[in-house]
């Protein structure tokens, strides 16, 4: 779907625009939209289109295309329910914290360190340690 990083992350400024138009959205668009909401600290970048920033942890940033992207990867384990038991666990997730958005910010920590995990030992992510620590937040 995606031939780099930028058209990825052209792909959320061109949500954003179409959203602002009150276009008709695509499924995937319509997820996307709810995401962007849900995040006004990003509009300003996104109606820059500012998709060229290396975001650096040595700087402080927060990659706000990742993070959103994240957003998207657990929407899609929930509505999947893979790894099995994910589903009950946002949840359980939602019951404590109140939201659902506030159920996922708390699952992207844990989802961020798997990744860098698998990266870091050039493995596949282990989706049972990824379901367990959820289950501790």
């Known amino acids: 779907m995606y031939g780099d990083r930028n058209d990825m992350r052209q792909f959320f400024v061109d949500v954003f625009n179409k959203q602002r138009a009150q276009a008709v959205l ?9 995401i962007i909401a849900a995040h006004p600290e ?29 957003h998207i990867a657990i929407r899609e384990q929930v509505q999947t ?10 949840q359980e997730l939602i ?3 109140g939201d659902p958005h506030a159920a996922e910010h ?13 990266q870091r030992n050039n493995t596949v992510p282990d ?11």
């Open 127 to 137: 989706e049972q340690a990824y379901l367990e620590a959820v289950r501790r937040l």
């Open 81 to 90: 329910d893979r790894p099995t038991g994910i589903r009950n666990a946002w």
């Open 42 to 70: 990003y509009h300003s970048l996104l109606e820059k289109g500012n998709i060229d920033d290396n975001y650096t942890v040595e700087r402080g940033d927060t990659n706000p295309f990742l993070h959103m992207a994240m």
């Open 106 to 118: 708390a699952m992207l920590e844990v989802l961020g360190d798997t990744l860098a995990t698998a």
């Open 95 to 97: 019951s404590r914290h």
């Open 26 to 34: 695509s499924p995937l668009e319509s997820i996307v939209a709810e």
